[in-house]
């Protein structure tokens, strides 16, 4: 009776270590290219009121080809705001809106990914300017090509909820902030991810 009871459990706790010792799927591994990117914003007002930062580095890490496992992390120097003006760059770096001399960066750090439609994606994660983190979302849109891909979309958020209650004078401002992304994304290694549409 241990005979034939023997020979099967080996069987399966063969099983199981071969399971346990097979390799994992490799996952894509993929890089963001901020020469060929770009983090703009814009506010509506009464004088145009947009930019772009020229300094930050940004993400995108992935454990398997599934978007969902995803991150996309964002880190922006925000003295590096350019509008084009400097009288509107020097009242943005101030303590009444990014108060880049007590916090330095922006970022946002996804901690969810769901598909919206296809090749369309709600990033929801953690934003943060001065020193204030709140969740938002970042709608996406992805799109693959022969060795990577591209990355747009936007943000919007209330200014106010950061404490960014101050105008500029001689300007009138919107309280809604919009974010737009346009990152190109190469692959290093690893499988494509799986857009499904």
């Not at 007590?102 to 439609?117: H, L, M, R």
Request: positive net charge.
């Amino acid at each position: 009776m241990k005979r034939r009871l023997t020979v099967p459990m080996f069987l399966i706790l063969s099983g199981i270590a071969a399971w346990a010792q097979a390799p994992a799927k490799a996952a894509p591994v993929f890089a963001i290219t901020p020469n060929d990117s770009s983090v703009k914003f814009s506010v509506k007002a009464s004088v145009a009121l947009e930019g772009v930062f020229d300094k930050w580095d940004a993400t995108m890490t992935c454990t398997s080809t599934d978007p969902a496992t995803c991150v996309l992390d964002l880190k922006v120097q925000a003295d590096s705001v350019n509008s084009g003006s400097g009288m509107k760059d020097g009242k943005l770096k101030s303590k009444d809106f990014f108060n880049v001399k007590e916090d330095p960066f922006i970022t946002f750090k996804s901690n969810k990914v769901a598909q919206s439609g296809p090749g369309a994606y709600d990033v929801v994660g953690t934003f943060t300017i001065r020193g204030e983190s709140k969740p938002e979302t970042l709608k996406l849109t992805a799109t693959r090509g022969a060795e990577g891909g591209e990355i747009k979309g936007q943000m919007a958020f209330d200014r106010k909820d950061y404490g960014m209650t101050s105008g500029i004078p001689f300007i009138k401002i919107a309280d809604r902030v919009e974010v737009n992304v346009d990152l190109k994304v190469k692959r290093l290694s690893g499988p494509a991810l799986d857009l499904k549409q």
